[in-house]
């Protein structure tokens, strides 16, 4: 069974820091690109942050470059997305999403296979 189970979410105030976890299992985790989404209350889905299956590379969304870091430990299957000087428009509900690797833009949603249910994060001013 295919899972991707976020954690790490929480209540913070603004200029905190959260580290949010992203473990995936039944697939083969070096295969794909590893994607952070967030979606607000009547916003739409973002893309914040993602991490390429083979080299590791790096995505921000430039609401977040500067502040967010992901990385991956391939050996224990999980992503992390390290994020400090949070602001109140930072509130969402995080979602990790996997995109196999030459399955097309890492920057479309559409492209990812499979999600999590996420994690709230809520950054109080």
């Known amino acids: 069974e295919v899972q991707l189970v976020e954690s790490g979410g929480g209540v913070v105030q603004a200029g905190g820091s959260l580290r949010l976890s992203c473990v995936a299992s039944?697939?083969?985790?070096?295969?794909?690109?590893i994607a952070w989404f967030r979606q607000a209350p009547g916003k739409e889905r973002e893309e914040v942050s993602a991490?390429?299956?083979?080299?590791?590379?790096?995505y921000y969304a430039l609401s977040v470059k500067g502040r967010f870091t992901i990385s991956r430990d391939h050996a224990q299957n999980t992503v992390y997305l390290e994020m400090n000087s949070l602001k109140p428009e930072d509130t969402a509900v995080y979602y990790c999403?996997?995109?196999?690797?030459?399955?097309?833009?890492?920057?479309?949603?559409?492209?990812?296979?499979?999600w999590g249910q996420g994690t709230q994060v809520t950054v109080s001013s």
């Open positions: 039944g697939f083969t985790f070096d295969d794909y690109t």
């Open positions: 991490i390429s299956s083979d080299d590791d590379r790096t």
């Open positions: 999403a996997a995109c196999l690797r030459n399955s097309g833009s890492v920057y479309y949603a559409g492209n990812y296979n499979y």
